[in-house]
């Protein structure tokens, strides 16, 4: 989004929007993208491991036990989405100012 948009953010800059502003725009762009993308990933690897366990009971029910998911693990899994978009946000405002830096 950067490489896209750097026309208009060294505009932006030139007519004095303050580096933090610019930066939130997309750090905020990021944390949605992230988090969509979070969801996406937990909810296609729940779907291959729940189709894994399935083949696997059917070669041999014997060599994967009853699957449980104790509240642990389900509110770790539930945090994955959230800190999957902090991440993305956190990367994009640090990019984002550091090329702002390098414009003044």
Same mark, same amino acid.
């Given at each position: ?7 208009a ?9 303050g580096?933090?502003?610019?930066a939130r725009q997309?750090?905020?762009?990021a ?10 990933g937990?909810?296609?690897a ?8 399935a083949?696997? $009971?059917?070669?041999?029910? /014997?060599l994967v ?6 509240p642990?693990? /389900?509110a770790l ?16 405002? $640090?990019t984002?100012?550091?090329?702002? $830096?390098?414009?003044a």
């Amino acid at each position: 989004g950067l490489a896209a948009h750097r026309g208009a953010i060294a505009l932006l800059h030139q007519i004095g929007a303050g580096d933090g502003y610019i930066a939130r725009q997309f750090a905020l762009e990021a944390l949605g993208l992230g988090f969509l993308g979070g969801l996406l990933g937990l909810g296609l690897a729940l779907l291959a491991l729940i189709e894994i366990g399935a083949w696997v $009971r059917v070669a041999d029910p /014997l060599l994967v036990p009853q699957p449980t998911l104790a509240p642990a693990d /389900l509110a770790l899994l539930l945090v994955l989405p959230p800190a999957t978009g902090l991440v993305a946000m956190a990367t994009a405002w $640090r990019t984002v100012m550091h090329w702002l $830096r390098r414009l003044a």
